[in-house]
Nanobody, 121 residues
Framework: QVQLKESGGGLVQAGGSLRLSCAASDHTFSGYATGWFRQAPGKGREFVAAITWSGAHQSYADSVKGRFTISRDNNKDMGFLEMNNLKPEVTASYYC??????????????WGQGTQVTVSS
């Protein structure tokens, strides 16, 4: 089973930017839609963004449209989430996921360990 590993999280001031990366352990990653979800303490999972296997189509949560950009590099088996104009309310653990079901995705089969994003005011 492919494994996903996130990186790029950290502490940033409001208005700043971060770029999250997701590295997959093998090339099967390139055949599936992939995306990101987040989870803040005491809250449930929240969809953030997803991208089709080819990268031709993207889907975003309304709360991040215009500020976050999802992309992927199938040659490197990697996914990315560019986050700009960050606000404190987006503080959460961010998880890369893959083997999405349907489009827009309604579920997924694998996810990584997560990377913490903290935005200070």
């Amino acid at each position: 089973q492919v494994q996903l590993k996130e990186s790029g999280g950290g502490l940033v001031q409001a208005g700043g930017s971060l770029r999250l990366s997701c590295a997959a352990s093998d090339h099967t990653f390139s055949g599936y839609a992939t995306g990101w979800f987040r989870q803040a303490p005491g809250k449930g999972r929240e969809f953030v963004a997803a991208i089709t296997w080819s990268g031709a189509h993207q889907s975003y949560a309304d709360s991040v449209k215009g500020r976050f950009t999802i992309s992927r590099d199938n040659n490197k088996d990697m996914g990315f989430l560019e986050m700009n104009n960050l606000k404190p309310e987006v503080t959460a653990s961010y998880y890369c996921e893959s083997e999405d079901v349907g489009w827009p995705p309604t579920d997924f089969h694998i996810w990584g360990q997560g990377t913490q994003v903290t935005v200070s005011s």
